[in-house]
């Protein structure tokens, strides 16, 4: 992973995770770091809608145009101006595709749904007790890099994280499966492991991979508030 790419991991999470640990954890230094953050001059401030959008798109085969996209995210209770929809899809290289044949197995299922076990209560007492987990994006000259994390709630440490050029099911399994053999002989007896209700969450093949590892899957409400709209 470039050092540009990790500094955009580093500043998507800064509220999460202290500056100084996810430095080390990457190995690029803190003056490189907050030079970057100096040259990007504010933070993005599309990219929590953009990731809504971005996990219709992939359960739509890649198939929403711009208007179809506003349509579905006005039936979320989600308002923002078309304009802004458009502006956003073109941003992140989201505009729609032709359609194309695609394996279920890779795109994921929406068929399991979990109980809010973290109830906003996003501390642990203890390490490897409850984890959370979600997928980001940064926008790069390339065009969009997925990055799949999961932090451990006790010390907002980076357990492990994943990335890829597609937001799939096998880009969290991945990751899940890198968390656990990294920290298979310290995981508490009950390990709790949070998402949002993205699509690679709900598949059949989270939900094998977290039974298989004895994890107890917990999932967050979808929320997302638009304050203004693009002219």
Request: hydrophobic residues 35%; positive net charge.
């Amino acid at each position: 992973m470039r050092a540009t790419v990790k500094y955009h991991v580093i500043y998507r999470h800064r509220t999460e995770c202290p500056v100084a640990v996810m430095c080390k954890f990457f190995g690029v230094s803190r003056s490189g770091y907050y030079a970057f953050v100096h040259r990007l001059g504010r933070p993005e401030k599309d990219a929590a809608l953009a990731k809504l959008i971005a996990q219709q798109r992939e359960r739509s085969f890649r198939t929403y145009g711009y208007r179809r996209m506003w349509l579905w995210l006005k039936s979320q209770k989600i308002f923002c101006n078309p304009k802004t929809v458009l502006r956003i899809m073109k941003k992140y290289d989201l505009l729609s595709e032709v359609r194309r044949h695609r394996k279920w197995k890779q795109m994921g299922q929406q068929v399991h749904k979990y109980k809010n076990l973290l109830n906003r209560e996003f501390h642990a007492d203890q390490l490897n007790h409850k984890w959370v987990t979600d997928i980001s994006y940064i926008h790069t000259n390339q065009g969009v890099l997925y990055l799949s994390i999961i932090r451990d709630l006790y010390d907002n440490s980076i357990v492990a994280y994943k990335t890829g050029t597609q937001q799939t099911v096998n880009l969290v399994l991945d990751t899940i499966h890198l968390a656990m053999k990294q920290e298979k002989k310290r995981v508490a007896a009950e390990l709790h492991l949070h998402s949002d209700q993205g699509f690679q969450y709900t598949s059949q093949a989270y939900f094998q991979l977290t039974k298989q590892y004895g994890i107890t899957p917990s999932m967050s409400c979808l929320l997302y508030t638009s304050d203004a709209a693009d002219e």
